[in-house]
C-alpha cells in the first residue's frame, strides 16, 4: 500500500491547548530561517504541522527549526508519508517499505501519538504493534545503527499515521517529549518534577558537573521546598528564600538555611553558583530580576519559570528574553540561554540561562 501524501512537512507536538501560541513561534522562526510557509491548528489537539511554502529539502527544515531551540514543542520530525488507511490485516509492511524508501539505516524507533485522551489509548496498541514493526523493517532491509537518522511514526489511530525522520540528535529523547519520572519519597511538592525535567534536559550528560556536589544555590520563592529538594539530593547548599514555610525536613542534614525575606529584595552576600526561581509573577518582572542576578555576577547560572499569559504567549515570550537581555548587557555581560514549555510545566515555560564571560 502506497502513503496517500508525500508532502515534506514538520510535524510538531506540544501540550493541548498551545497549538497557536507553537504555530505562531515556529512560523516566525521559519521566515527569520528564510523558509516562509503555513500552519495549520485545531485546538486541543496537541499537534500541528508546518507548510513551507515552497519544497523544502527535508535536511534544510529540520536544520531551520530544530527541536532543542523551539520552546512550545515537545517533539518535532520532518514527516514524507502520510497514511490515511492502512490495512488492518498488515501495517508493518506498508510503513517499512515507505521508511525504506527515506532511510537505510535508523537510530531511534519512536512510535507517538497525541498527548490526549484519545490519543493516550493507542498506547498499548503501540506497544504491541513494535516488535512486528521491527521485524517488518529488517525484511525491508533497514536495520539500527548508532548515529543514524531516528524514525518517526506518529499515529492519530491503528490506521492513520504521518511517517518520517530527525537528524541525530534533533529529537527529544523521550517519546511524545515526555520524560517518564516519579514523584520522589519525600518531596514536599510536585513541582520538584519541574526542576528534575529542567536539569535532565537542559544538562543533560553534564548534570554531574555543572550541578556538583558543595556548591552554592538560591532558592527564590522555595516554600514548601520542592525545587530545594531537587538540589539537596544533589549535594547542593541551598539558601531558601521565602516568608512562607519550608518543609522541616529539608533541614535535617544542614544544607539548607531558610530566611523569611522578599524574593524580589534578597541579595547573596556573595555569588553562587545556582539561582532557581519558580515564584508566581509577571514574567517580564522575573525575566529582569533573573538579569540582574546575572549581570551583576550574583549567580553563574540560573533556572526559572516564567508564568505565561492566557493570549499572546509567544509574545510574552519574546518580551521577557529581551528584558533579560538587556539587563546582562547593562552589567556588560552575556549568556546563553535556553528555553522550554516542559511536560510537567502548566502555563508557563522553564528557562536556563548561564553567564558567559
Known sequence: MNPSDTDTTLLLQCRPGLEHDTAAEVTERAAEADLPGYCRTRDGEGWLQFHPALPAQPRALGQALPWRELV????????????????????????AQAAAGLLRQYDALYLEHPDTNEGKSLSGFLRKFRRPLEAALLKAGLRPRRGAPNLHLFFLDSGRVYLGSSAPGQAAPWPLGIPRLRMPGGAPSRSTLKLDEAIQLFLGEDAGRLMAPGMRAVDLGAAPGGWTWQLVRRGLHVTAIDNGPVDAALMADGL?????????????????????????????????????????????????????????????????????????????????????QLYHDREEITVYARAVD
Open 256 to 340: 539548607v538555611e531558610h530566611l523569611r525575606s522578599d524574593g524580589f529584595r534578597y541579595r547573596p552576600p556573595r555569588p553562587v553558583d545556582w539561582l532557581v526561581c519558580d515564584m508566581v509573577e509577571q514574567p517580564s518582572r522575573i525575566a529582569e530580576l533573573m538579569g540582574q542576578w546575572l549581570a551583576r555576577g550574583d549567580a553563574r547560572a540560573a533556572i526559572f519559570n516564567l508564568k505565561l499569559p492566557m493570549k499572546k504567549r509567544w509574545a510574552a515570550v519574546q518580551d521577557a528574553q529581551a528584558r533579560l537581555h538587556r539587563q546582562l548587557e547593562r552589567g556588560g555581560r552575556r549568556a546563553q540561554l535556553c528555553a522550554k
Open 72 to 95: 512550545f514543542a515537545r517533539q518535532c520530525f520532518v514527516s514524507q508519508c502520510t497514511f490515511e488507511a492502512l490495512p488492518a490485516q498488515n501495517r508493518a509492511d506498508p510503513l
